[in-house]
C-alpha cells in the first residue's frame, strides 16, 4: 500500500482506510491560505514544508452557515451532524484516497466537487467517503473550497486593483485543485491525463463553470453533473438569459454588501475579522435573499455555462448528466391556470394543455400532481439535449427508488448517499435492493472515468442493464427500484425541452 509519498510542496503520510487496502490522504494543502491580503484573490501557491506531513484529519470546513446547529433542518438530519466540525478562512485542503501500491499505477482520477449551492457544504461530509470508488480502481480526490462571500466577493476596488482576477474565487479554487491534480496526482498512483471531475447541485454548478472555461482546457476528459441547479426556473422562459449575472452586478452587490459591514473599501475589509464577516454574509443573505455565486467575467468564465453550452462553447469532454425525480417540487398556491400563465407566460397554453392531457381530468391535486415536474428534472435534461445535439457523447440518468424514512421522496441530494454506496452511514432503514442500486450507481460512475462507457460487469460478474448514450429523442436509464431504460419521456417534460430548443433556434 502506498501510505507514504511526496507532493510539489513535501512528503505525505496518510493513514490505511477502514478497508485496509485503501490509504486516505486527509488535509492536504493545495493553496496557501486565503486569508489576510489574500482574501478575496486568486488562489496562490502552498508553501513548502520540512520532513513528512501526517495527513491523518481532514481541514477545515469553509466558512458558512455552520452546519447542524439546527436539528430540525432537512439536511441536518441526513448528514450535517456534527456542530462541532472545524471551520476557518484557512480551508484550502484536498483528500485523496488510493488503492495504488506505487507510483506508476496510473489509475483513473475523479476530483468531487461539493454541493450546497456554492454557500455551504465541504467535501468531507461523511456521505462523500471514497473508499468505495478506490476499492474499484479509482483515485479519488475530494476538495474544499471558498464559499458565500468570501468567495464570490466583486467590487470596483477589487475590479481596479487586480483585474486579472477580480472575482470568482471559489471557483478558481477549483481550478487551482484540478491543476494541482495534473502535476501531483501520480505520485498517489493516479493517471493526469484521465481525470473526471464531479459534482452534485452547487458542485455540479461549478462543474459546469469549470467545462466551459478556457482556463481549464486540458485538465479533464470527462465530468458528471448530478442535479445541477442552472436553467431550474420556468424553463420556456429561456433560463440561459439569466442564469449568470455579470461583472457589473456582482460589483454592486459586493457594494451593499460592505455598506452592510459598516466599511467603505476592500482594504477596510480584508482587516475584518473572519467570523465577523461570515456572521453578517449569513444574515445578508436571509434578509435581501440575494446570494453571491459565479459571475461572467471574460475571463475564467466568459458567457456563463447556460450560454456556453447553447452556443456549443465547451470543452472537449465526455459527460453524464444525473437528476431525481422529485428534487424541488413546485406547489403554488394560486390556481393552476393562474400559476402557469404568471409563470410560462407566452408557452403556457401548451404547458397547461399537456398538463391536462397527462393529468386526464382538470381537478387541481390531478393537474398539479400532473404538471408539478421538478424544473430541476427538466433543466438536467436540458443540458443532455443541447450537448447530444452539438454530438457530445452523454449519458442521462433519472434517479427515483422508494426512499424510506418520512416519505418525502426522491429529494434533492438523496442520490448521493448511492452513488458513493455509502448507505450504511445513513439513519434511512434502507433495505437489501438499494444496497444492490448503489453498489451499481458506483460501478456505472467508475466505468465512466475510466473509459467514458459507463457500462460494464457487476460485482458477480454478469453484466449490469445495458446504459445507452442519450438520443435527441430522449433517452434515460432509470435507477429506480431495479435499474432499466426510461419507457417514455414524461410529456409535460418533452414540452418544456421542445419549447427552450425552438427558443434557441435548435429545433
Known amino acids: 500500500m502506498l501510505r507514504e509519498t511526496f507532493t510539489e510542496n513535501g512528503r505525505v503520510r496518510g493513514v490505511a482506510g477502514v478497508n485496509a487496502r485503501i490509504t486516505v490522504y486527509k488535509g492536504i494543502p493545495y493553496a496557501a491560505p486565503p486569508v489576510g491580503d489574500l482574501r478575496w484573490r486568486a488562489p496562490q501557491p502552498a508553501a513548502n514544508w520540512d520532513g513528512v506531513r501526517e495527513c491523518y484529519d481532514y481541514g477545515p470546513i469553509a466558512m458558512q452557515n455552520r452546519p447542524g446547529t439546527d436539528p430540525n433542518a432537512f439536511y441536518s438530519k441526513e448528514w450535517h451532524v456534527d456542530p462541532e466540525i472545524p471551520m476557518s478562512e484557512d480551508c484550502l485542503y484536498l483528500n485523496v484516497w488510493t488503492p495504488a501500491n506505487s507510483t506508476d499505477e496510473k489509475l483513473p482520477v475523479m476530483m468531487w466537487i461539493h454541493g450546497g449551492g456554492m454557500q455551504e457544504g465541504y467535501g468531507h461530509e461523511q456521505e462523500f467517503n471514497g473508499e468505495n470508488f478506490a476499492k474499484r480502481g479509482i483515485v479519488l480526490v475530494s476538495i474544499t473550497y471558498r464559499l458565500n462571500v468570501f468567495a464570490f466577493m466583486a467590487h470596483k476596488g477589487l475590479t481596479e486593483a487586480q483585474p486579472g482576477d477580480p472575482c470568482n474565487f471559489g471557483l478558481l479554487d477549483c481550478v487551482a485543485a484540478m491543476k494541482w491534480i495534473k502535476r501531483n496526482i501520480a505520485n498517489f498512483g493516479g493517471d493526469p491525463d484521465n481525470v473526471t471531475i464531479f459534482g452534485q447541485s452547487g458542485g455540479a454548478d461549478a462543474t459546469l463553470f469549470l467545462i466551459t472555461s478556457p482556463m481549464t ?27 449568470t449575472h455579470d461583472l457589473a452586478y456582482g460589483e454592486e452587490l459586493g457594494k451593499a454588501f460592505l455598506d452592510y459591514l459598516g466599511v467603505s473599501s476592500i482594504e477596510e475589509a480584508r482587516k475584518l475579522d473572519a467570523d465577523y464577516i461570515n456572521d453578517k454574509q449569513v444574515k445578508f443573505r436571509a434578509e435581501t435573499f440575494k446570494f453571491m455565486t459565479g459571475l461572467v467575467d471574460g475571463i475564467f468564465c466568459v458567457k456563463g455555462p447556460g450560454r456556453a453550452l447553447a452556443a456549443n462553447e465547451v470543452n472537449d469532454v465526455d459527460v453524464m ?4 425525480r422529485d428534487e424541488f417540487p413546485v406547489d403554488p398556491r394560486e390556481p393552476f391556470e393562474e400559476w402557469a400563465k404568471r409563470e410560462f407566460g407566452d408557452y403556457a397554453d401548451g404547458y397547461i394543455k399537456v398538463s391536462k392531457y397527462k393529468a386526464g381530468n382538470d381537478s387541481r391535486e390531478d393537474l398539479l400532481r400532473a404538471a408539478n415536474f421538478s424544473s430541476m428534472h427538466a433543466s438536467n435534461r436540458l443540458t443532455a439535449e443541447i450537448l447530444t445535439k452539438y454530438g457530445h457523447k452523454v449519458y442521462f440518468s433519472l434517479f427515483d427508488p422508494y426512499i424510506p424514512g418520512d416519505g418525502v421522496g426522491a429529494f434533492h441530494s438523496c442520490d448521493l448517499w448511492f452513488a ?45 442493464p445495458e446504459w445507452r448514450p ?33 427558443y434557441y433556434g435548435l429545433k
Not at 321 to 324: D, G, K, L, R
Not at 427 to 447: I, T
Not at 476 to 495: C, N, S, T
Request: aromatic share 12%; hydrophobic share 35%; glycine share 8%.
Open 470 to 502: 442519450y438520443i435527441e429523442t430522449g433517452r434515460a436509464i432509470e435507477f429506480g427500484d431495479e435499474v432499466k431504460q426510461e419507457e417514455y419521456m414524461d410529456p409535460v417534460i418533452r414540452y418544456v425541452l421542445d419549447a427552450n430548443l425552438k
Open 420 to 464: 458513493f454506496e455509502t448507505l450504511a452511514a445513513c439513519w434511512r432503514p434502507f433495505d437489501g435492493h438499494h444496497y444492490d442500486l448503489a453498489r451499481k450507481m458506483c460501478n456505472y460512475f467508475s466505468n465512466f472515468a475510466r473509459t467514458g462507457n459507463p457500462n460494464g460487469n457487476d460485482a458477480d460478474g454478469t453484466p449490469m
Open 321 to 324: 448528466v444525473t437528476c431525481t
Open 217 to 243: 482546457v486540458g485538465l479533464c476528459r470527462r465530468a458528471i453533473t448530478m442535479s445541477s441547479g442552472f436553467n431550474a426556473s420556468r424553463i420556456p422562459k429561456g433560463v440561459f438569459d439569466t442564469e
